[in-house]
């Protein structure tokens, strides 16, 4: 069974700077794309950052040149840099993984999801 390990949850003051990390276990297959996601009190998760196998990169413009992501795929390992972070930023961040023959079909969804790290930042 595929499982992701985040780690990395802690409170900041704004303008600091915080590394979430994904560790993905029980995966037998290539991950084709990692990706950060958040989830803020009240409102619908959203994409924060991506990272395809072949290392193609994108972030959402609210955290582009603030977010970086990265992956090891040695430690089947991605990381999400977060510098300078506004109050905006706080959410519970997870992070998903796609891969081949990852459908789920009790929750009818392809990929598999952490189970999320929260990220706090005071004003």
């Known amino acids: 069974q595929v499982q992701l390990v985040e780690s990395g949850r802690g409170s900041v003051q704004a303008g600091g700077s915080l590394r979430l990390s994904c560790v993905v276990s029980?995966?037998?297959?290539?991950?084709?794309?990692w990706g950060w996601y958040r989830q803020a009190t009240g409102k619908q998760r959203e994409l924060v950052a991506g990272?395809?196998?072949?290392?193609?990169?994108s972030h959402a413009d609210s955290v582009k040149s603030l977010f970086v992501i990265s992956a090891d795929k040695s430690k089947n390992t991605a990381y999400l840099q977060m510098n300078s972070l506004k109050p905006d930023d706080t959410a519970d961040y997870y992070c998903k993984v796609n891969y081949y023959g990852d459908y789920n079909k009790d929750t009818g969804d392809f990929g598999s999801w952490g189970q999320g790290t929260q990220v706090t930042v005071a004003s």
């Open positions: 029980g995966i037998i297959y290539p991950i084709n794309v």
């Open positions: 990272i395809t196998g072949g290392g193609t990169i």
